[in-house]
Nanobody, 116 residues
């Protein structure tokens, strides 16, 4: 099975930037897709950004124009570059991998706090 470990979260002022990383224990080249989700207290978990095995990307409405998902297959790592951060971006950010047969893997999350 695959283990996913997120890092890069922290406290940042509004308007600042952070880059999140997700390192997989196995090769990500065979994954159907990888994605970043987030969940704030009282909110549903929402998709922030995803990247397919073929490299196609998709972004949630809140992320469009500000966030960029990318990957480095050689490092088995997926990144989320977050710019122009807003207080409403404050959430736990989770890495997700979709494999074959509907199998999914989740990381434990990394906390992003954006101060006013």
């Amino acid at each position: 099975q695959v283990q996913l470990v997120e890092s890069g979260g922290g406290v940042v002022q509004a308007g600042g930037s952070l880059r999140l990383s997700c390192v997989a224990s196995r090769s990500i080249s065979g994954a159907r897709s990888m994605a970043w989700y987030r969940q704030a207290p009282g909110n549903q978990r929402e998709m922030v950004a995803s990247i397919s095995g073929g490299g196609s990307t998709n972004y949630g409405d809140a992320a469009k124009g500000r966030f960029t998902i990318s990957r480095d297959n050689a490092k088995d790592t997926v990144y989320l570059q977050m710019n122009s951060l807003k207080p409403e971006d404050t959430a736990m950010y989770y890495c997700n991998l979709r494999g074959n047969f509907g199998i999914e893997y989740w990381g434990k999350g990394t906390l992003v706090t954006v101060s006013s």
